[in-house]
């Protein structure tokens, strides 16, 4: 199994406040994404990054941040939380060459 | 631009029924294929991958052939067992850049 560990795993929180999701990483991989998935319509990129403050928009960025002061920490920053943004959300590594992305196990958030 | 279309499911199998489930896609260039698999409350795993055309992946008994004429990468196993239960993800990436385009997923159920 790659080296990916998501916290957390399972949070509720109310609508309003910020959140942040924490991805770290041992395998040393330059690129780390982050994706939601959500019934009927799969996964969807949200940011991703291509090294140490190097970061980018997917598909449905729009309130969500993310940062990258390290090559193993990604973290994705839900400023200020809204029920439609309960979801399972996914980090995910790849490294230039290797043509596998590889995913962490989760973390199922619930904005109430 | 680069896409990937999978078989709608949910698809029903009786335990040692063949499987296929159908992939084709987009893409500007020469991509990567995948097939990724995803259990209950966990994230998606690697299942097999082709780099090329002709390519044929091969994993715990699955199967899929990178056809680039019909542009084409269907998964196959001879025998379902109910373990196989999951929902599988089609995948492509592009060879530079570290992007990834994945189907909606295909729902299997195995039933004994």
């Known amino acids: 199994d790659a080296g990916i560990t998501q916290s957390p795993r399972h949070k509720v929180t109310e609508t309003g406040t910020p959140v942040t999701l924490r991805c770290h990483q041992t395998?040393?991989?330059?690129?780390m994404y982050w994706y939601r998935q959500d019934p009927g319509h799969g996964l969807r990129l949200i940011h991703y990054?291509?090294?140490?403050?190097?970061?980018d928009k997917g598909e449905v960025s729009d309130g969500y941040s993310v940062s990258r002061s390290k090559t193993e920490d990604f973290l994705l920053t839900l400023e200020s939380a809204t029920s439609s943004q309960t979801s399972v959300y996914f980090c995910a590594i790849s490294e230039r060459g290797e043509t596998a992305i590889y995913f962490g196990e989760g973390s199922w958030l619930t904005v109430v | 631009g680069n896409s990937v279309t999978q078989m709608e499911g949910p698809v029903t199998l009786s335990e040692e029924a063949f499987l296929t489930i159908n992939c084709t896609y987009t893409a500007t260039g020469y991509p990567s294929l995948f097939w990724y698999v995803q259990y209950p409350g966990e994230g998606l795993q690697l299942l097999l991958k082709a780099t090329k055309a002709d390519d044929k992946g091969s994993n715990k008994g699955f199967e899929a052939t990178y056809r680039k004429e019909t542009t084409s990468f269907h998964l196959e196993k001879g025998s379902v067992q109910v373990s196989d239960s999951a929902v599988y993800f089609c995948a492509l990436s592009e060879r530079t850049g570290n992007q990834f385009y994945f189907g909606t997923g295909t729902s299997l159920t195995v039933i004994p």
């Open positions: 990054s291509y090294g140490v403050k190097d970061t």
């Open positions: 395998e040393n991989h330059r690129y």
